[in-house]
């Protein structure tokens, strides 16, 4: 009798763990399509990308009405090339070809800014562009400096 007690208690404790291991795992996918669902909700049409961007640098930069509208316009151009370079992403292509492409189109709009801006601005945009380099590369620094630790604070 005393040990088919133990062994019901056994399997009943063992039942629980079983079921409590699998139920994260659950939640976490379900959270991963929820994410999904929310960046497709979010994600902008490339009008409304532009629309942002000239008011954002408009706002920065003191622009004319008149490089207002000629931003405008390039802000535009370029978010739609963006985006169809985006939607192709999915086809079976070389990424090294998919990052030229959007290289290229980076440099064609830098081009086509300089012309739109005057010196005065476009000297404060490059500054600015290099200020946010540097932050970027510092956080990236930062945390190839503690990758070791974070996988040694996981095992």
Same mark, same amino acid.
């Given at each position: ?12 404790? @063992?039942?629980?763990?079983? %079921? ?21 909700? $979010? ?11 000239? &008011? ?21 151009? $370029?978010?739609? &090339? ?19 492409? @959007? ?5 064609? %709009? ?11 601005? %476009? ?7 290099? &200020? ?13 400096? $503690? ?9």
């Amino acid at each position: 009798m005393k040990k088919f007690i133990a062994v019901l208690s056994l399997s009943v404790l @063992m039942a629980g763990t079983t %079921y409590a291991q699998q139920e994260p795992q659950k939640e976490r996918k379900q959270r991963t399509e929820q994410r999904g669902e929310r960046v497709q909700k $979010h994600r902008k049409s490339p009008e409304e990308m532009a629309a942002k961007r000239t &008011e954002k640098l408009t706002q920065k930069y003191d622009l004319s009405k008149s490089q207002q509208r000629k931003l405008q316009a390039l802000n535009l151009k $370029h978010a739609q &090339e963006k985006h169809a370079l985006h939607a192709n992403r999915g086809e079976a292509r070389n990424h090294r070809s998919a990052r030229g492409e @959007m290289q290229a189109s980076r440099a064609r %709009y830098e081009a086509e800014l300089k012309d739109i801006m005057n010196k005065k601005q %476009y000297a404060q945009y490059e500054a600015d562009k290099a &200020e946010k380099r540097a932050r970027h590369d510092q956080k990236r620094e930062h945390r190839k400096a $503690h990758k070791g630790e974070r996988q040694q604070h996981k095992s």
